[in-house]
């Protein structure tokens, strides 16, 4: 506010480069929040999978025994504790990259921090899920497999080992995709550009 006359008069928006905010601000903030959203609304469907897995276990065994049934159910809680840490580590994700989502679109001095901490812990979940997933998950699916051909009497097809290494390789690329974009996040708001504009105008 400037008073000229005796009446406050509204200063120009000033145009300096520190002054202006970075489009990638917003972008990222609500690209974070949309994400975010969704990871929360997977992380509830999974809870409530988990929870309809085991009434479903339950349900089958007082209905008599079901032995392709009995694999299936064996193999859910086998992979029960893998299933409960990404569920956990998706849960922590999603609430970092919702917090600083929000914090990126009401340009909070602490957003890029926050973005930071989602952008880190998401790609440590990544690493730590995709490894899990190799050497958990899969041997557990393989041996449901072939358990259940076996009770079936069916021969075992030429192509089961082939899915298991296509599952694999499937895995791996959905894991190096889902880097970029936390890594686009940690490169792009971390810039001088940001820092100072939040700096001066963060709240």
């Known amino acids: 506010m400037v008073i000229m006359n005796g009446q406050q008069i509204e200063q120009p928006p000033s145009m300096s480069p520190d002054d202006i905010e970075p489009g990638r601000l917003r972008?990222?903030?609500?690209?974070?929040?949309?994400?975010?959203?969704?990871?929360?609304?997977?992380?509830?469907g999974g809870v409530a999978m988990q929870f309809f897995q085991e009434s479903l276990s339950a349900l089958t065994q007082s209905n008599g025994p079901d032995k392709v049934q009995e694999i299936q159910n064996e193999m859910y809680r086998d992979l029960a504790v893998y299933t409960w840490i990404t569920i956990t580590m998706s849960l922590i994700?999603?609430?970092?990259?919702?917090?600083?989502?929000?914090?990126l679109v009401?340009?909070?001095?602490?957003?890029?921090?926050?973005s930071n901490m989602y952008a880190l812990s998401s790609l440590i979940a990544k690493v730590v899920g995709i490894v899990l997933f190799l050497l958990v998950a899969m041997p557990v699916i393989g041996g449901a497999v072939n358990a259940m051909l076996a009770e079936t009497n069916a021969a075992l097809p030429g192509w089961v080992e082939g899915l298991q290494v296509f599952i694999g390789v499937v895995g791996v690329l959905s894991f190096l995709l889902?880097?970029?974009?936390?890594?686009?996040?940690?490169?792009?708001?971390?810039?001088?550009?940001?820092?100072?504009?939040?700096?001066?105008?963060?709240?």
């Open 27 to 44: 972008v990222f903030g609500v690209c974070h929040i949309v994400f975010g959203g969704l990871g929360l609304m997977n992380v509830a």
């Open 93 to 103: 994700v999603g609430v970092l990259i919702l917090l600083s989502g929000i914090g």
């Open 106 to 114: 009401k340009r909070r001095q602490s957003s890029v921090l926050l």
């Open 178 to 203: 889902s880097t970029i974009y936390p890594l686009c996040a940690l490169i792009m708001l971390n810039k001088s550009q940001v820092r100072q504009y939040l700096a001066r105008h963060g709240r």
